[in-house]
């Protein structure tokens, strides 16, 4: 089963808006990332977030974890058109040597220009 | 840097047949793995290369699908035979180390159609 989960499956804004994306996880974890895939294409690495650490900020984007929540958001300022993607949290719940990182459904964000 | 690589972008065969992906990841990534990811869905882990070594092949079914890393480079992803769940984007990935902090790069992935 999926460790993250994306809410909302979906999400269409007018460009200039702002969007924000959550994600719930079950099991604790040591740190969370967000990725964005174009349609098509692969995914791209956009921001890590450690369990430690409790909002960070990268250009328009801003993240937030709440691990007592098992939550994350991922917040878009002044979106554009070009933002319209599929973004993708995963969580890292690597134990020991055991390296894990398990994908979300993720969210479709559409910005109309 | 030169991004991973993969090839075919698209492939449709019928079911029962058998099917072959490869992948060049970055130089000097000693991590590589391969995804599949069914539409509407986030990629799942099928197997993870440490080198040429196995790290993790937990969710790899192991009575059709194969995959290798000869010399720890360039690796190849097999299917035999092939069902029609197996219709996915099959995407290959690589990271520096085998770390949760060292994020992982992707290619654009083969997008396989099983009929």
């Known amino acids: 089963s999926q460790q993250g989960e994306e809410d909302p499956q979906a999400l269409s804004i007018q460009e200039g808006e702002n969007a924000t994306m959550n994600c719930s996880y079950k099991?604790?974890?040591?740190?969370l990332q967000w990725y964005r895939q174009n349609s098509g294409r692969g995914l791209v690495h956009l921001i890590l977030?450690?369990?430690?650490?409790r909002e960070k900020h990268s250009g328009r984007l801003r993240v937030t974890l709440d691990t007592s929540k098992k939550s994350s958001s991922l917040l878009i300022t002044a979106s554009r058109a070009a933002d319209t993607a599929s973004y993708f949290c995963?969580?890292?719940?690597?134990?020991?040597?055991?390296?894990?990182?398990?994908f979300g459904k993720g969210t479709l964000l559409t910005v109309n220009p | 840097e030169a991004g991973v690589a993969q090839s075919p972008r698209y492939k449709i065969i019928e079911k029962r047949q058998s099917v072959a992906f490869w992948c060049n990841p970055i130089?000097?990534?000693?991590?590589l793995y391969w995804y599949q990811q069914i539409l509407g869905q986030g990629p799942k882990l099928l197997i993870q290369?440490?080198?040429?070594?196995?790290?993790?092949d937990s969710q790899l079914p192991k009575d059709r699908f194969s995959a290798e890393r000869l010399k720890g480079v360039d690796s190849t992803l097999k299917i035999q035979p092939a069902k029609l769940e197996d219709s996915a984007v099959y995407l290959c990935?690589?990271?520096?180390?085998?770390?949760?902090?060292?994020?992982?790069?992707f290619g654009n992935g083969t997008r396989l159609t099983v009929t």
């Open positions: 990935a690589s990271s520096l180390v085998i770390s949760g902090v060292s994020p992982l790069h």
């Open positions: 099991t604790s974890i040591n740190n």
């Open positions: 977030i450690r369990s430690n650490e």
């Open positions: 995963a969580t890292d719940t690597t134990r020991g040597s055991n390296y894990k990182l398990t």
């Open positions: 130089s000097g990534h000693a991590t």
């Open positions: 290369f440490q080198n040429n070594g196995v790290v993790d």
